[in-house]
Structures are given as structure tokens and as C-alpha cells.
């Protein structure tokens, strides 16, 4: 008999192949990094279930700032090293956080948010951006979540230009 975290498990599913390919399309369409990051965004937001917000912050000097998003309005500016975001930046490595209000610092910027994953987004080996996915329920992103975000995020690397 399935609990009901493998029934959810099971609706999660998304097919990450088909969206690398949606997503290589946007930025290989407009490869300046706010026209591709906004429909990337969008998109995310559509086709991963239980999410409550997805999106970029891009780096600014010591500071991360509020990129193309969906979801609530959140919080503009994240310093290095500080809350989920921050700390991506600062380690250069995706952070996979199943309980946001066990992770010291964290950002809240929707108080609905549960589970977060943050990826950078590098461009010639440094930090240029962070990809920030909310969602409200806990332990939301499974390492298959992380394995098809991390693809989406290298992509972005690659293709996007403007930072
Ligand atoms: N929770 C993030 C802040 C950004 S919002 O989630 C959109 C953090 O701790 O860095």
C-alpha cells in the first residue's frame, strides 16, 4: 500500500527532458538573460506541481537582486552569504532544503513556503544568478527534482548572455 508522500511523489513527476528542451528554446529565442529568464520562470511555475514561487535573483556586486519571477513579491535584495539564496551564492552549490524553517537564516519571503531549492547559475566559472523554487509543502524536491533543475540551470549558463 503507497503512503501518501509516494502518491505525491508520483504526481510530481515531470518530465525533465522534454523541459530542458522548452527551456533551451526560450533562451536559444532571446538569449538576454530577462526576456529568457521570464518566460523560464513562467514556465517552471506552470509544469512543476505544488510550487508557490520560481524564479532569479541576479548577482550585483556583493548583493543578490530580484530577477523575473512568478509568485507573490518577495524581498529584493539578499546579501552574500544570507538566507537559502545567499548562501547558494556564497558556496556556489545547489542547496536542497526539505524544511525551510530548520535552515538557519532563511529568507521569508512567503510565509506559505515549506521546502526550497536554489541552483546557481554560472558563467564563465562564476556565480552570475541563483534559480529560487518555493513550494509550500515540505520535502517538496526529490534528487530527481535536483538532477533535472541542475541540467536547466547549466543550460541557462551556456545560453544566456546580458548579466
Ligand atoms: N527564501 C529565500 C529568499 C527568496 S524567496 O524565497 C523568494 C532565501 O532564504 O534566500
Request: hydrophobic share 45%; charged share 25%.
Amino acid at each position: 500500500m503507497q503512503d501518501e508522500k509516494t502518491v505525491n511523489r508520483e504526481a510530481w513527476k515531470v518530465n525533465y527532458v522534454t523541459l530542458l528542451e522548452e527551456v533551451k528554446d526560450f533562451a536559444g529565442e532571446e538569449p538576454w538573460y530577462v526576456a529568457a529568464f521570464a518566460n523560464i520562470s513562467a514556465l517552471l511555475y506552470e509544469e512543476l506541481p505544488d510550487l508557490n514561487w520560481a524564479g532569479f535573483y541576479i548577482v550585483r556586486g556583493e548583493e543578490l537582486i530580484l530577477g523575473p519571477f512568478q509568485g507573490k513579491t518577495a524581498c529584493i535584495r539578499i546579501a552574500k552569504g544570507k538566507g537559502v539564496c545567499g548562501t547558494a551564492w556564497e558556496q556556489e552549490r545547489i542547496q536542497r532544503v526539505p524544511d525551510v524553517h530548520l535552515f538557519p537564516g532563511h529568507i521569508a519571503c512567503d510565509s506559505a513556503s515549506n521546502s526550497e531549492i536554489v541552483l546557481p547559475v554560472r558563467q564563465d566559472g562564476q556565480v552570475v544568478a541563483v534559480l529560487d523554487i518555493d513550494s509550500p509543502v515540505f520535502d517538496r524536491f526529490s534528487a530527481e527534482d535536483e538532477r533535472g533543475l541542475a541540467a536547466i540551470a547549466d543550460a541557462l549558463s551556456d545560453l544566456c548572455t546580458g548579466f
